[in-house]
Nanobody, 117 residues
């Protein structure tokens, strides 16, 4: 697995946009990648995932049509473009890598996203 560092979080008003980045310490071309989030007092939940080639993406119903996951294997970076943000999107967002999109287990430290009403 590779180590990852997330960035791009911050405070944004409802309806706004943010782009999160996840930079890996090594080549990510062999790995599926994904984003998860954890709100205060709640369990960590799946947000989005992308296959190693980038050919397939998967989203939680709660973010479908608002969030877009993408990757640049050349830059060893994964992105999460978030639009039409809602207060309920407030959470710490984590990037993860794994052998498949259903086996994402190597986590970063997270980046805080706060959406104000």
């Amino acid at each position: 697995q590779v180590q990852v560092v997330e960035s791009g979080g911050g405070l944004v008003q409802a309806g706004g946009s943010l782009r999160l980045s996840c930079v890996a310490s090594g080549h990510i071309g062999w790995y599926a990648m994904g984003w998860f989030r954890q709100a205060p007092g709640k369990d960590r939940e799946f947000v989005a995932a992308i296959t190693s080639s980038g050919g397939s993406t998967y989203y939680a119903d709660s973010v479908k049509d608002r969030f877009t996951i993408s990757r640049s294997n050349a830059k060893n970076t994964v992105y999460l473009q978030m639009s039409s943000l809602k207060p309920e999107d407030t959470a710490v967002y984590y990037c993860a890598s794994g052998s498949t999109t259903t086996d994402l287990r190597s986590w970063g430290q997270g980046t805080q996203v706060t959406v104000s009403a």
